[in-house]
């Protein structure tokens, strides 16, 4: 079963940055494509980056250039550099281990609790 804790969130100004973290546990890591999501106050959970276990990397057009996806496979780890942050990037951000690395692939792990981001203007 699929677990994930989710950390490094906070409370920033616009134009700040953060540097999201992942752990993952209950599956072989290593050749799991993984994804970052961000739920936006009232709004559904979206994708906004995905990594494959190649380190290919895919961004949601609204984070392109600004947010960086990687992972430590020696850490079951993966993360999220966040830099440039606008107000509209606040949210929850969850990560989740995905089927595969393909457009529109479900997550299959448990939901963690996400780390809340707050951008301020």
């Known amino acids: 079963q699929v677990q994930l804790v989710e950390s490094g969130g906070g409370l920033v100004q616009a134009g700040g940055s953060l540097r999201l973290s992942c752990v993952v546990s209950?599956?072989?890591?290593?050749?799991?494509?993984v994804g970052w999501y961000r739920q936006a106050p009232g709004k559904q959970r979206d994708l906004v980056a995905r990594?494959?276990?190649?380190?290919?990397?895919d961004y949601e057009d609204s984070v392109k250039g600004r947010f960086t996806i990687s992972r430590d496979n020696a850490k079951n780890t993966v993360y999220l550099q966040m830099n440039s942050l606008q107000p509209q990037d606040t949210g929850v951000y969850y990560c989740?281990?995905?089927?595969?690395?393909?457009?529109?692939?479900?997550?299959?792990?448990?939901w963690g609790q996400g780390t809340q981001v707050t951008v301020s203007s």
């Open positions: 990594i494959s276990s190649g380190e290919n990397t």
């Open positions: 209950g599956t072989n890591f290593s050749p799991k494509a």
């Open positions: 989740n281990v995905l089927r595969g690395y393909y457009r529109n692939a479900p997550a299959v792990g448990n």
